[in-house]
C-alpha cells in the first residue's frame, strides 16, 4: 500500500506561481511512477504531470507543458510540481498519484492517491 499526502495549495493571483509538494510512503520510492492530476467539480480529473524515477524522466499534458514543471527528490520521497504563470482556469484540486506503469495519462488506471489539496488562482 503506498500513502501519499500532497500540501500546499492555497490562493494565489493570476500570473503568480505556486509550488505543490507531495510526499510518499509504504514502498520504495524509486519503484514508483509519480503524477499529477487535477479535477474541478463535475468534471473528469485531468493529466498534468509525470515522473519516472530520474528527474530526466518526465510527460506533460500538451497545454501545460512550459507552465508547469514536475520534480522528485528520492532521498525525501517526495515530489514536486511547481507552477507559474498560473490563470483562473488552473483553480482546482490537485491530486497526487502513483503506480508501476509509465506513459498512462488516464486517472482510471493509477492505483493509488491522496486526498488532494486546493489550488484557488484568483484575484
Known amino acids: 500500500q503506498v500513502r501519499l499526502v500532497e500540501s500546499g495549495g492555497g490562493l494565489v493571483q493570476p500570473g503568480g506561481s505556486l509550488t505543490l509538494s507531495c510526499a510518499a510512503s509504504?514502498?520504495?520510492?524509486?519503484?514508483?511512477?509519480m503524477a499529477w492530476f487535477r479535477q474541478v467539480p463535475g468534471k473528469e480529473r485531468e493529466f498534468v504531470a509525470a515522473?519516472?524515477?530520474?528527474?530526466?524522466?518526465?510527460y506533460y499534458a500538451d497545454s501545460l507543458k512550459g507552465r508547469f514543471t514536475i520534480s522528485r527528490d528520492n532521498a525525501k520521497n517526495m515530489i514536486y510540481i511547481q507552477m507559474s504563470t498560473l490563470k483562473p482556469e488552473d483553480t482546482a484540486t490537485y491530486y497526487c498519484a502513483a503506480d508501476l506503469h509509465w506513459g498512462v495519462r488516464s486517472a482510471g488506471q493509477w492505483k493509488y492517491w491522496g486526498q488532494g489539496t486546493q489550488v484557488t488562482v484568483s484575484l
Open positions: 515522473i519516472g524515477w530520474a528527474n530526466d524522466d518526465t
Open positions: 509504504g514502498r520504495t520510492f524509486t519503484d514508483l511512477t
